[in-house]
């Protein structure tokens, strides 16, 4: 199993200011993905991070807001850009080694916008 | 597109007895996978069991089993003996050939003592 550390863990900020979130995995990983949850809610996807390319967004989010890096097979950021009070939630990173494995998640990001 | 359902929001168990979860997922897919997630209150996600769609033997693992009924589309969780540290949410995902999980909207169990 991969071991991902996601920083911070979590962060109180100003609405209109931005954060970047960091994904550190202890091997190299085919898939990388980011997720939101809301407060009180399930998981939805935001998006692939590729590496190399551009990241591939799911319905409803867009690169402006939520910009991705993959530089390498072990490592990626999210930034939340231009928070609002609405971008409050916990983000995770996922990692997967290829079609069917399990996915394996970071302790996750606990954002608030105050 | 993909969907998953868990259409009981809370569930509640007494330590020792044993409760099911279910799920339904709606796809048009031949192949892929599904999987159980704990999130207790520390927020990590954890993996409690995986069932291939391809295979026809439920999965086990330890006190948890699935019943894969893949012509109806339904992947239920059996937690067996429960214990107090089983208290958590649980999550139902779907895992598409492109490697993307969907989740449905969570089951939260509580453990009676």
């Known amino acids: 199993s991969a071991v991902i550390s996601q920083k911070p863990s979590r962060d109180i900020c100003q609405r209109g200011t931005s954060l970047t979130i960091q994904c550190q995995v202890d091997s190299q990983v085919t898939m990388m993905f980011w997720y939101r949850q809301q407060p009180g809610q399930s998981l939805t996807l935001i998006a692939t991070?590729?590496?190399?390319?551009?990241?591939?967004?799911e319905s409803g989010f867009v690169i402006d807001k939520f910009p991705i890096s993959r530089p390498n097979l072990t490592f990626s950021t999210l930034t939340v850009s231009n928070m609002s009070p609405e971008d409050s939630s916990i983000y995770l990173c996922s990692v997967g080694q290829g079609e069917g494995t399990e996915a394996f998640f970071g302790q996750g990001t606990r954002l608030t916008v105050v | 597109a993909q969907t998953v359902t868990q259409s009981q929001p809370e569930m509640s168990v007494q330590e020792a007895e044993t409760v099911t979860l279910s799920c339904t997922y709606d796809?048009?897919?031949?192949?892929?996978?599904l999987f159980w997630y704990k999130q207790p209150p520390s927020r990590q996600m954890i993996l409690v069991i995986r069932?291939?769609?391809?295979?026809?033997q439920n999965a086990t693992e330890n006190r948890f089993s699935v019943n894969f009924q893949k012509a109806a589309k339904s992947f239920s969780l059996k937690i067996s003996d429960s214990q107090l540290g089983d208290a958590a949410m649980y999550f139902c995902a779907y895992r598409s050939a492109r490697g993307k999980l969907i989740f449905g909207q969570g089951t939260e169990l509580s453990v009676k003592p």
């Open positions: 991070a590729n590496q190399g390319s551009e990241a591939t967004y």
């Open positions: 796809t048009s897919e031949s192949d892929y996978y």
């Open positions: 069932q291939e769609a391809y295979k026809q």
